[in-house]
């Protein structure tokens, strides 16, 4: 916990701003719930505890069960109160994944699959999202922006998906969400959070239809700062946020539209850095930029970001691979495959 105690009590003036994808996510809705209550979802302690070993002031999590009341993300909550960490503030809103079409989006010829619903999911809030801050929230001025079609995003590349016209008619772009999310500033300004969690662009076939779809909702925030979608871009300071499920040079997708992220001048790429102290022969990047393992597949990847506006000051960055603490790196590959990625910035002034 050494990186807590150390940056715990940031300056007044900064904020530490984090994403996790912390695999939060059970077979069924509730069940989340009921381990945490039960108190012996040691995942899900693991998981707390890499949040504690960061201690964010705004966070937002990935990969956690949605439900209509707030109930799994209180529970969660309530582990990370368990640790010093207070969240009074929070923001979640019913995700794609595991919404229901009525239709075969597969093409396997049944509906009513994982793999037909809006995105990927066994049951409807399955692998959804949450934002938990130090800071209060505006809900009242959040645009939640999943139930925008995937045929609408201009330069999209669903032509070739391989879906049948009922489907292009129905299918969000979003495969768990995209948010514009206020957070209110000590000066009463805003800042605004643009949070995504992307399809993995594999598990498809010739079609490329997870990979088409996993570039567009990237590009959807190019879109959007240009202004050509039906909202007004939003206004400086924002940070866009959230797994991405894409690595930049390395493992499969398309990585157009994530390179014109990583190099827009509206934006600031702190390339958090770490050290999972594996060598990646094969790969083309800097595996100190890579916030997800996977020992039996590509092994290590960017898939995780914290991207500023470009007026916002960067004082550090990083992401936790703890390399001298062998028992913290133990809880966090016990908690999930990603590791907290974080990015501390000057407030605005």
């Not at 890579?290 to 506006?309: E, H, I, Q």
């Amino acid at each position: 916990m050494a990186l807590a105690a150390a940056t715990a009590g940031a300056a007044a003036q900064s904020l530490r701003i984090a994403t996790y994808d912390a695999d939060l996510s059970r077979r069924g809705p509730g069940l989340m719930l009921r381990d945490i209550a039960a108190g012996k979802d040691a995942q899900a302690e693991a998981a707390a505890a890499a949040v504690a070993a960061v201690a964010p002031d705004i966070l937002l999590l990935t990969g956690i069960d949605f439900d209509h009341d707030g109930a799994a993300l209180d529970a969660f909550a309530g582990l990370l109160s368990a640790r010093g960490l207070d969240y009074p503030y929070r923001f979640a809103r019913r995700p794609n994944s595991g919404m229901a079409t009525g239709l075969d989006l597969d093409g396997d010829g049944r509906a009513g699959a994982p793999r037909d619903a809006q995105g990927f999911g066994r049951f409807a809030g399955q692998n959804g999202m949450a934002i938990l801050s130090r800071l209060p929230i505006d809900a009242e001025g959040a645009r939640d922006f999943s139930d925008f079609l995937w045929r609408d995003l201009p330069g999209g590349l669903i032509a070739d998906a391989g879906l049948a016209p009922e489907a292009v008619a129905i299918q969000r772009l979003s495969s768990t969400a995209h948010w514009d999310v206020p957070v209110i500033l000590p000066d009463g300004g805003r800042l605004h959070l643009l949070a995504f969690r992307a399809t993995p662009p594999v598990f498809d076939g010739p079609e490329d239809r997870n990979g088409r779809r996993n570039h567009d909702e990237t590009a959807f925030w190019l879109r959007y700062l240009d202004g050509a979608l039906p909202w007004a871009p939003p206004t400086a300071p924002f940070v866009i946020l959230g797994n991405a499920n894409l690595d930049p040079v390395d493992g499969d997708g398309r990585p157009a539209a994530l390179a014109a992220l990583l190099s827009d001048p509206r934006l600031r790429d702190p390339a958090p850095r770490g050290d999972h102290r594996r060598a990646e022969p094969g790969h083309r990047g800097d595996p100190a930029l890579d916030t997800a393992l996977f020992p039996d597949g590509p092994g290590g990847l960017r898939l995780d970001y914290v991207l500023p506006s470009a007026g916002l000051g960067v004082i550090a960055a990083g992401v936790l691979w703890p390399a001298e603490d062998a028992a913290l790196a133990a809880t966090l590959a016990q908690a999930s495959r990603h590791r907290p990625v974080w990015v501390e910035i000057d407030l605005p002034r």
